[in-house]
């Protein structure tokens, strides 16, 4: 029964479903820690050690559960944590609902102590985001609040000022407030574009003789219709980084990842195509694209103001994309010329054969890639891959290879440090018997490090990967490669992350030598609960684009002229890598 102004609020969350809260407690939120306690067999609590966390992990558990995630903050500093996470959260379009702590209602806006204006601060972040005032406004808002977030793909903000929370359940509503006119059901929209419209864009399709694909996060449950439409069409498939899961990488149409962290054979093929079908994707980098007037394109997202953002299309089809592929399935024709196809899948075995090369070195000092590459033996075909951001992404992205039903993310458009321990949480709560990888530099690690914690207080079966080179490698190397300068600023100080782990109640494993690597893995693998690896890897090793440019290669001699202090060790180890892959 409830009997507060929380308890209601803890009772709609129920109502709707939300069987995990992602949080560290705090004196703002008092009065909803209370109604959780109580509500325990309901509704659980994940506690971790830092706000940001909190955020990140609602967004990792509403990416793998394709769920509300849902995080709770305490008033002033413990809000102002959030903001990181949940604007990874808004950038890649998952839905979190995010519910902070107020200082007492008639103190607020008196410079009272943890008075931060939440409302105001998550103004840009949440597209719905409101203050409850009482007991019959807290049912209306939190309804509202969730059918936006699931809606918009977005955050959603709900603050409850400390003393409202412990306010009586008993109503005092305005007549207009009719009572239960709000309900707890959401029902999506499932949109088709008209006949006319999807027979226009098979007509492209059709016409294309070089037909590319570039299939995004929108398409991981559209995984059968993408590669029908690529078997008709002779389509190679290429894949951002967040749609890395939407086909298995040693699939016959795909051609990997795109970008700088993407391969020369997608690069080549967006270079090639004269028509492009963009499914579930807004890859933000312009400069991988077809060049104006070179394709014709058709793009398929569920938002219909995504359409035409990162290049000129002819054809916008709005909806989900497993309806629209399958709607647009028997308007195309088989094509019979698959030479695009084959020329592409002639280069990517190439390129696959340079990837195992550079993924199964034994020089020292340890390559990173080798410790990606290695990694693959022990994955499940379900595992769920949790990447962070840094140089970390570019050997996950070329070597960790998906099969079967695995996931995999990143923090995308944000691509925001030290996402990827506290994804791997929201993972391993969502699905408790599925294999969580959290696979991340020793930059993101140091940042959430407490999340080990975490993990270890729930019994987390979570594996994390520490590829440990002391630097902060993907700054360094922009500073090399972009802006021709020597690296400054980047290096860190040396972190015994086994001891770190070990003291954490974690199983603890550290390697260098490329011999023992996957002895060293494995055993972290039959480790009985969460275990940490760290890898002290070549902070020297660069992470190339598949294509290098002119322009990156003088940057790159530019920033080496001016005085890099290992230089010689850097064009010792580029000499090395580009003499491999000639013989």
């Known amino acids: 029964m409830a009997d507060t102004v929380a308890d209601l609020l803890v009772d709609r969350l129920i109502d709707w479903e939300v069987d995990t809260v992602f949080s560290l407690p ?51 500093p413990g809000g102002l944590h959030l903001l990181n996470g949940l604007y990874d959260a808004k950038c890649d379009g998952q839905p979190v609902l995010a519910i902070t702590g107020h200082t007492f209602h008639d103190l607020i806006g008196t410079h009272y102590q943890q008075d931060v204006d939440l409302v105001k601060v998550f103004a840009d972040v949440a597209a719905y985001n409101e203050r409850v005032m009482g007991p019959a406004h807290v049912c209306n808002v939190v309804d509202e609040a969730i059918k936006t977030a699931i809606a918009r793909r977005t955050v959603a903000h709900i603050t409850i000022p400390k003393d409202i929370q412990d306010w009586s359940a008993d109503e005092r509503r305005s007549k207009a407030n009719v009572p239960m006119h709000s309900s707890d059901l959401y029902s999506e929209a499932l949109p088709l574009p008209p006949h006319a419209t999807l027979q226009q864009a098979a007509d492209i399709l059709n016409g294309g003789s070089r037909v590319a694909i570039l299939a995004g996060r929108g398409c991981l449950t559209a995984r059968k219709e993408i590669v029908a439409v690529a078997e008709t069409l002779a389509a190679p498939i290429v894949k951002p980084l967040l749609g890395k899961a939407v086909v298995p990488d040693d699939h016959p149409y795909t051609t990997g990842g795109i970008g700088l962290l993407g391969t020369a054979p997608s690069q080549e093929v967006l270079e090639e195509c004269d028509t492009l079908l963009i499914a579930g994707s807004s890859f933000p980098y312009l400069e991988f694209y077809p060049k104006p007037g070179q394709a014709k394109a058709v793009q398929i997202d569920l938002d219909p103001s995504r359409i035409g953002l990162r290049c000129p299309v002819d054809v916008g089809l709005v909806g989900h994309c497993w309806d629209v592929l399958r709607a647009l399935l028997p308007l195309l024709t088989r094509r019979s010329d698959r030479t695009f196809l084959s020329k592409a899948q002639d280069r990517m075995r190439q390129w696959n054969d340079l990837m195992e090369m550079r993924g199964t070195r034994n020089d020292v000092p340890l390559k990173p890639q080798v410790v990606a590459r290695a990694l693959n033996e022990f994955l499940d075909r379900d595992a769920i891959i949790c990447s962070d951001t840094g140089t970390v992404t570019t050997w996950a992205a070329r070597h960790i290879m998906i099969r079967g039903d695995m996931e995999f993310s990143v923090s995308g458009t944000l691509a925001t440090m030290a996402n990827a321990l506290p994804y791997s949480i929201g993972a391993a709560v969502a699905f408790p018997g599925r294999q969580v990888v959290c696979f991340t530099g020793d930059g993101g690690m140091t940042m959430l490090m407490g999340e080990l914690a975490t993990i270890a207080k729930y019994r987390l079966p979570v594996k994390v990967i520490v590829i440990k080179n002391n630097v902060l490698g993907m700054i360094k190397w922009e500073q090399l490669a972009f802006e021709g300068n020597p690296q400054y600023g980047v290096q860190l100080h040396p972190i015994d992350f086994v001891s770190v782990a070990r003291a954490c109640g974690l199983g603890g494993y550290n390697v260098d030598d490329p011999a023992l690597v996957r002895a060293v893995i494995g055993e972290a693998f039959h480790h009985p609960g969460p275990a940490l690896v760290e890898a002290s890897v070549d902070p020297n ?19 080496l002229a001016k005085g890099q202090k290992d230089r010689w060790d850097i064009i010792k180890t580029i000499v090395e890598n580009k003499i491999r892959e000639v013989v």
């Open 26 to 76: 705090g004196d703002g939120i008092n009065g909803i820690f209370e109604s959780l306690r109580r509500r325990q067999g309901r509704i659980k609590v994940i506690q971790v050690r830092h706000e940001e966390s909190a955020a990140f992990a609602a967004c990792g558990y509403a990416k793998f559960s394709r769920r509300l995630g849902v995080c709770l903050a305490t008033s002033g």
């Open 541 to 559: 090793e660069p992470p190339l684009p598949g294509k290098i440019t002119t322009d990156q290669a003088w940057q790159f001699a530019k920033a």
